[in-house]
Structure formats: structure tokens, C-alpha cells
Nanobody, 122 residues
Framework: QVQLVESGGGLVQPGGSLRLSCAAS????????MGWYRQAPGNQRELVATITSSGSTNYADSVKGRFTISRDNAKKTVYLQMNSLKPEDTALYYCNADLFARSTPLRTTTYWGQGTQVTVSS
């Protein structure tokens, strides 16, 4: 079945950078929108950034100018380049994809990764 697997999280100091990756596996016909969400302890899951199949991007106000989302369709992978990290960026980051799988070719299905932890602390 389709799976999304995130990687690249870790512990960084304020002002540092991380690059998250999320690779989709399985028999996928096409991927529409991919995105990153995050959830800090005690908080609701919030949207960080999305990117459509045509490359249109959308960012949360809190990360604009610092984060960049991109995708490699050949690798079925979405990335999140995070620069100028702040302690408030600390959260579990989840990858999301809205896609057509071969098992369900007539409708899109939303998939979520297992999450990768990003901790920004001195």
C-alpha cells in the first residue's frame, strides 16, 4: 500500500537549518498536493506549507521567508528546507499527500507520514 516516510528531523540550535524529506512509495498514479504539517505538544496540528502538482506553494505566515517547500515528482518526494529556525518551530512534522493510487484510480486519497521530530533549542 501507499506509504509516506519522513526523514531529516533532529535537534538544532536557534538560527540553524534543517531539510526534511518525505518519500512516497507504492503504486501511485499521480500526486496532487503535497504538504507539511506540524504539531507541538498541547497544540493542534497546523499547516506549514503545501505545494501543488503545478508547483504553486502556500505557507503559514509564521514560516514565510524562512521555509521553502519543493518536490521532485520523479522521486515522488517532497522537501521542506527550514532556515532561521526558532524554538517555536519545535514540533513533530508530518508529511501529507493527496494522490491517485492504482487501487483507487477514480478518486484521490489523503495519506500521512508517521512524523519526524524537529527540536530547536540551545
Amino acid at each position: 500500500q501507499v506509504q509516506l516516510v519522513e526523514s531529516g528531523g533532529g535537534l538544532v540550535q536557534p538560527g540553524g537549518s534543517l531539510r526534511l524529506s518525505c518519500a512516497a512509495s507504492g503504486i501511485i498514479l499521480s500526486i496532487n498536493t503535497m504538504g507539511w504539517y506540524r504539531q507541538a505538544p498541547g497544540n493542534q496540528r497546523e499547516l506549514v506549507a503545501t505545494i501543488t502538482s503545478s508547483g504553486s506553494t502556500n505557507y503559514a505566515d509564521s514560516v514565510k521567508g524562512r521555509f521553502t517547500i519543493s518536490r521532485d515528482n520523479a522521486k515522488k518526494t517532497v522537501y521542506l528546507q527550514m532556515n532561521s529556525l526558532k524554538p517555536e518551530d519545535t514540533a513533530l512534522y508530518y508529511c501529507n499527500a493527496d494522490l491517485f493510487a492504482r487501487s483507487t484510480p477514480l478518486r484521490t486519497t489523503t495519506y500521512w507520514g508517521q512524523g519526524t521530530q524537529v527540536t530547536v533549542s540551545s
